[in-house]
């Protein structure tokens, strides 16, 4: 066994805790070696993987790694909230007896770093000073070293983020280990994996992957599930699946922020990364905070809902980025941004990368390509059409790297929020926008947002289903208590942000394309919302909310016919009333869901009647 005490001592870990739970899972795992990182070890760590074959070059200090052909998005069925309370038990958290899973994933670690490194990584989901930093920290113990890359990415990372806590005990022990991947029945009966996050006791285990939100512990285990959980139980705040945008305008002098939550895939990063349509361009800037994680409290001197983004980093899906969709993702990935690509295509000769979307038609040359199971596209079949890249590859970058990156993004302070909006991929129904009355009426929209699952989670695209405020997939608790404590956290705001539903990916039934242009022309539905809440428009009433008159959003130089039009700007009401039975029976499932959602779901149902 390794000298445990050499080895934290050499990464400077003085927290006696710290060390304890290293020790413990070090010798659990069996790791042949300690090795505590930090922000700094980057350069050192790419060389060993570049070395290692883990990782190749993708042209001027950017670098293309594959992960295993079966562990390639999260897995929800693999995935738990355990606690030691049964009440914890939800409708989406696969709620498990925290004894029977940290037994179980004790069993399946057991050994299983035999011979490897076992990577302390101390990171900070926070900017440093931020109110809720108290339930930032956390200590991910990894044996795999691309994960120790993508996490310095995608956090802040250093062991002085650990040794000066007040509560030494007050960070979360984050535990990964990969496992045999070829060996471990992904998708079979005979699963081996799990990804179990204890709430109650501060701890995930994470067994079987090491692919991105599987993996980065940091992400999704703790900046969603256990921060939900904490934010819950401490009562102070809420974590998100939110992207989180300031939008300035010029001329006014004034800013804007606005954060919320579309499920995976569904356009959160390439809202955050929006540059204005050319014809706004002049009067209007968004900057990018987040763009897939928000951390909401009341902000104690100003009594005002604030938002921040825990993270460091993007962790960005690949699919149809390009320069018309999203020139500001392909500057953060850039040359000399030390980026990583994951299980797009990728040309081994000349470092080039390529997925689809990128461009219009594939490389015409096919010659030296290598899929994203590292198969020469050459050496395909006639008529072998699947996609060069998984439609959940993704790159993974630096905020810094962000062109639009707000100026105060690394502040404590976070920032104000002026509007909190829903969506998804939802091909008929939803409106371009629909602003909403009050607090128990958004959260009621959020609880029934409807949309089409995508790549992000195994096995899932297309499915239609229902996905409580875009975190269905990181609900750590019953949704009818998570409204509670929204209504709670949101209400005791003295100044209410507006609520809203948007949609970008209403669809022509004939013909499948989508209504809307979408990508940088979203920022006008947002605008017109900011302006319906400072009453400066008026909109129109309708059962389900305000929408736009057509003349009160701006359409200086969009492209899209009347007919698609009409199409976005109004409410099929016999649609909305085949939902609401939906609603109905979704709403019924909840347990505890507190009166005040019931209220604003009637109050909607009786508006839709009246509109016969
Ligand atoms: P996660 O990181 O999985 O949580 O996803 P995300 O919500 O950040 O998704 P992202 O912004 O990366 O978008 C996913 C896909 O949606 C990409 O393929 C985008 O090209 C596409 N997309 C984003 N915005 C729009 C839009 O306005 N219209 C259309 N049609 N597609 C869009
Ligand atoms: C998502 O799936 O919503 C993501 C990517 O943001 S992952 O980190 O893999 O969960
Ligand atoms: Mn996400």
Redesign the pocket.
Known sequence: MVDIDTALDAGGVTNPQVREYIAYWAELTGAARIEVVSAADDARLIAECLEAGELEPAGDGRYYSRSYHKDTARSEERTVVATSRPTDKGEYNNWKPAAEMVALQKERMAGASAGKTMYVIPYLMAPVGNALAPWATGVELTDCRTVVLHMIRMARVGVQYVNDLEDPNSFVRAVHVTGDLENLGQGTPDDQRYFVTVADERTILHYGSSYGGNALLGKIAHGLRQAAYDGWVSKKFLAE?Y?LIGIHDKQTGKDYHICGG??????????AMMLAPDALGDRYHVSFYG??IAWLWVDEASGRLYGMNPEYGV???A???NEG??PTALDSIAPGTGTIFTNIAYKPETGEVWWE?RTKNPPADPHGWLDWLGKPIADREEGDDSPWAHPNSRFTTTLDNVPNIAKDYDEPAGVPIDAIIFGGRTRDREPLVRAIHDLAEGVYDGLTLGAEA?A?AEGKEGVLRYDPMSNRPFMAYGEGDYARHYLDVVGAAKEQPIFAHVN??QRDPEDGH?RWP??RD?LRPLLWLLQLKNGEVKGQETAVGIIPTREELNLDGVDISDADLEAILSIDVNRWKQEMEHREEHLSSFERLPEEIWVAHRRVAAALDQQD
């Open positions: 699946q992207m579309f499920p995976s895939a569904s356009g959160k990063t390439n809202l763009d897939d962790f960005g899906v699919k149809d980025t969709t999203n979307g995508t992000a970008w990916f989508f979408g990508y979203n």
